[in-house]
């Protein structure tokens, strides 16, 4: 995780034409993060632009350099903040036990999947996987407490949880790629309801 500076001294919002809001740094940083992962859930990494993000955060573009360094970095942040928010949305759900296995698997795949497609995008300008392999077992850890409380024992929950998330993660990237068949794929994650 980068390291953020943060002191007293308050920015300044860059919408004309308001009074000048003062926020902190740390607001800041949470402002660019929360609007970056809410551009992408309507358009691409790859399309998404500084002045989208700064648009959205109602900061000053230059800012972003200054607490991220570069747009990549920020994406980085950014895929880790969505891993911590789909890993509290998963470990929220699983002590009330009202999920049946396909209901957890849909909630599953509606947290994880825009993360996966901003890690492929990273993963294509070159950013190493070791990246985000803290986030994914964050994922993972979340995913095997729902095995768990059906009653598994913690190493084949945690088998369970990793093939699951590899299975959604197949469904992101592969059968749009590969043009493989989603019956196939449900099959096969049908199997971890019978074992």
Partial sequence: MICYTISSTSLQCKERGLPAEKISRADAVDRFLSATATLLCSQTPSKLTLADIAGQAGLGQHY??????????????V?????????????????????????????????????????????????PEARFQEGNREIYRAISE????????????????????????????????LGLDMGELEDLISLLTVA
């Fill in 79 to 127: 895929s880790e903040l969505l891993a911590t928010r789909a890993s509290k949305v998963l470990l929220e759900e699983i002590p009330q036990k009202t999920l049946s296995f396909d209901q957890f698997l849909e909630r599953c795949r509606s947290v994880c999947s825009l993360r996966i497609q901003l890690t492929q995008y990273l993963e294509a300008q070159g950013v």
């Fill in 146 to 177: 729902f095995f768990q409380c059906s009653g598994l024992p913690p190493t084949r929950a945690v088998s369970n949880a990793i093939v699951l998330l590899a299975f959604i993660h197949a469904e992101v990237s592969l059968l749009p790629t």
């Fill in 64 to 77: 972003i350099h200054r607490f991220f360094g570069t747009r990549l970095d920020l994406l980085i942040e």
